[in-house]
């Protein structure tokens, strides 16, 4: 008897990208969506799609990870966020994973990540992986913003990758970069740290330096180039937030 998977997302507007995600995800036994009371036909569509959809209101991407977990029948859990789509060899290998009678209690996905149409190779991109198949009796999720597993017990990475289409438009991906450094600000207030002129000044400039130079976002063209900006950009819209925080402006 084969073991059997739950499949879970998290959601909120997902209308674009909810169909492939529930195909590409099909071989599951159990496929949950967490949303956090999306505006768009996303609720709709899952329903179409007859997934099991439930609501729940966004505090961070931990607990709502976590809350999503709690639904789950089975103990072995794919989370891939909407944009990721499991290849068919991704698949195969994920089956074959999770009958592994070695101790083994998550597994790291590799991403090959797509930005403006273009596979990303270069910033740090090609080392890019997340925990993506777990038991959920060994693992939860830490971290307010970018939400990492905790394992207790052994952790490999298959070899196969996720194709990972990050980008919808520019004004989504900025968005979705200003909810993470608004989150982030969140953390930081409530540890007591206070922004100054190296907060402002350094750390975006050296996110900037660190992607397109160091790690040679330079090869990837323009794209790259876009890539380095705003995720600099971001690191400066934390600390932006996050000292009008201190001074109570909204």
Not at 94 to 111: L, M, P, W
Request: hydrophobic share 40%; aromatic share 16%.
């Amino acid at each position: 008897m084969s073991t059997k998977i739950t499949a879970l997302a998290i959601t909120y507007n997902e209308e674009e990208n909810i169909n492939r995600y529930v195909e590409s995800l099909s071989f599951a036994d159990e496929i949950i969506i967490v949303d956090s009371y999306s505006t768009d036909a996303t609720e709709k569509l899952a329903n179409e799609l007859n997934v099991k959809f439930i609501k729940n209101e966004f505090t961070d991407f931990s607990s709502q990870r976590n809350f999503a977990i709690e639904q789950a029948s089975n103990d072995w859990i794919l989370f891939f966020d909407l944009d990721e789509i499991v290849t068919p060899a991704l698949e195969t290998e994920i089956k074959q994973a999770v009958e592994n009678k070695d101790g083994i209690v998550a597994y790291f996905v590799k991403r090959k990540f797509h930005f403006m149409g273009k596979h990303i190779r270069y910033g740090g991109w090609r080392t890019d992986k997340a925990v993506r198949v777990f038991n959920k009796k060994h693992c939860k999720y830490t971290g307010l913003v970018h939400e990492v597993i905790t394992a207790k017990g052994r952790v490999c990475t298959l070899k196969e990758k996720v194709d990972h289409y990050s980008y919808k438009s520019f004004d989504n991906y900025n968005n979705k970069l200003n909810l993470y450094s608004k989150l982030q600000a969140e953390n930081l207030y409530g540890r007591k740290v206070r922004p100054n002129a190296y907060h402002f000044l350094f750390r975006p400039f050296y996110r900037f330096c660190w992607q397109y130079f160091y790690r040679l976002g330079i090869l990837d063209g323009k794209e790259g180039f876009v890539l380095a900006y705003i995720h600099s950009f971001s690191v400066f819209k934390r600390y932006i937030q996050l000292w009008m925080k201190y001074r109570k402006i909204s």
